[in-house]
């Protein structure tokens, strides 16, 4: 549907944040509002969604084999956590000290070994229900982000499901529909004339002018011909929704919650001065004041080649900094009571190291970081073998890490949705909790 065609006496205020498919805001707000069942969710808790896309190693992160041959053990030694007994990677220092704030979940396993596939189970807790790319009548799973959007209702013109800096493979509303997918925040918050897309009025209009052309629209709303006939008048239906685009536009939370200038220096050094940092930072903010779901996509970690150096020298001292600052900073701050944080990626990688200096993909072990929302620090559940082959105690499944997110959210992960073509669904098939994250 294009909105604009019809009312283009509106144009101005359609700035597109809902812009998915062609959507303005209006359009996302008047189909929330269509697709929005009642009632409202006592249930309060954020989740912050670290997606580390390409499968992050559990040997070089939390799940380290110091006693394993040579050749599968890797190259790097490990490092004390804040936790008597327990060590993590050495390249994950910061980390390895806050270990007391958060567990870590070490015997996920399932048998998806390609990315698609992956990416989907991880990303909504359900297979794929055929190989990715098959079929053209293949029914996939709505996101995390999304099921939870769709329950929550929007706050100080926010959108209920943010993704930065785009949207995992999988981290789509699928059957939902559209006003249920992410708002993207492609810009990186760390350049110094960072301004989310869309969120502020253009420059070359100026707040003045603006607020003389929302009058201008609002007096031609109230003409005769409109107000005489609205119940037959379409555009009257969008002037709920265009009103909505103009807080969300003018709306104080919103602009401060985006405007991440306004943090001290201090804070913004201890995430990290660099793109994944700040981005983490960024996250904090959008949930602190009432975005439900925040997915941080971080990629480039799969490392079939020189793995040992690349994560060395660039994917894991941003990890560490800012995940460690995010865990910190909410604790601090006393977030921590009503912030999910979650660290995965789609599966871990190979015990064996390649010929190439890599490990390829392994989905039979895997490490998932878990903190906040009443979640015990440092605690480690489950276990791999001796050598990391595969998890073989207390051994979970990804729907068990679905219902245990959704059960946090105050989700019934048992519930039957509808598909688009009205077939009921399961948001979560046969998954148990991880009992250990309620304790």
């Given at each position: 549907m294009q909105v604009q065609q019809h009312t283009h006496r509106r144009d101005f205020i359609q700035t597109g944040l809902g812009a998915i498919g062609g959507l303005t805001i209006p359009d996302m707000l008047r189909l929330r509002a269509e697709a929005k069942a009642a009632g409202k969710q006592v249930n309060d808790t954020r989740c912050i969604l670290v997606w580390l896309d390409g499968g992050p190693s559990h040997y070089e992160t939390f799940d380290p084999k110091p006693e394993a041959p040579d050749g599968i053990r890797g190259e790097f030694d490990t490092v004390a956590t804040s936790v008597p007994g327990v060590h993590f990677s050495e390249h994950i220092p910061h980390l390895a000290k806050a270990f007391d704030k958060y567990t870590v979940v070490r015997s996920i396993a399932h048998k998806q070994n390609n990315h698609g596939a992956g990416n989907h189970y991880l990303m909504t807790g359900r297979p794929t229900p055929v190989p990715v790319g098959c079929g053209a009548n293949v029914t996939f799973h709505p996101s995390f982000g999304s099921?939870?959007?769709?329950?929550?209702?929007?706050?100080?013109?926010?959108?209920?499901?943010?993704?930065l800096?785009?949207?995992?493979?999988?981290?789509g509303p699928n059957f939902l529909g559209a006003p249920f997918a992410p708002f993207v925040i492609s810009e990186d918050p760390n350049n110094k004339s960072f301004k989310v897309r869309d969120v502020s009025i253009p420059e070359v209009i100026a707040d003045e002018r603006a607020e003389n052309r929302r009058k201008l629209r609002e007096n031609l709303d109230?003409?005769?011909?409109?107000?005489?006939?609205?119940?037959?008048?379409?555009?009257?239906?969008?002037?709920?929704?265009?009103?909505?685009?103009?807080?969300?536009?003018?709306?104080?939370?919103?602009?401060?919650?985006?405007?991440?200038?306004?943090?001290?220096?201090?804070?913004?050094?201890?995430?990290?001065?660099?793109?994944?940092?700040q981005r983490m930072l960024l996250a904090r903010r959008m949930t602190e004041v009432g975005v439900p779901f925040v997915t941080v996509y971080y990629g480039g970690w799969d490392h079939h080649t020189n793995i040992f150096p690349d994560l060395k020298d660039k994917a894991l001292p941003k990890l560490d900094q800012g995940l460690a600052a995010l865990v910190e900073d909410l604790h601090e701050r006393g977030s921590i009571k009503n912030t999910l944080v979650i660290c995965l990626g789609e599966f871990g990688r190979t015990p064996k190291i390649n010929e190439r200096g890599g490990r390829d993909h392994w989905s039979f072990a895997m490490s998932v970081m878990m903190a906040g929302a009443g979640i015990p620090g440092g605690q480690l559940v489950g276990a791999t073998d001796v050598k990391g082959y595969y998890a073989n105690d207390n051994v979970y499944s990804p729907e068990d890490f679905a219902a245990s997110l959704y059960a946090k959210m105050g989700i019934n992960h048992e519930q039957v949705?509808?598909?688009?073509?009205?077939?009921?669904?399961?948001?979560?098939?046969?998954g148990k909790l991880i009992k250990e994250l309620f304790t």
């Open positions: 099921v939870i959007s769709k329950d929550r209702d929007l706050r100080n013109g926010l959108p209920g499901y943010v993704s800096p785009k949207m995992s493979r999988s981290g109230n003409l005769e011909r409109i107000r005489d006939n609205a119940a037959n008048d379409p555009a009257v239906s969008l002037d709920e929704f265009y009103r909505q685009s103009h807080e969300l536009v003018y709306s104080k939370p919103a602009q401060d919650a985006f405007d991440i200038s306004k943090e001290p220096d201090q804070t913004r050094d201890k995430y990290g001065r660099n793109d994944f940092g949705l509808q598909d688009q073509s009205g077939r009921p669904v399961q948001l979560v098939s046969n």
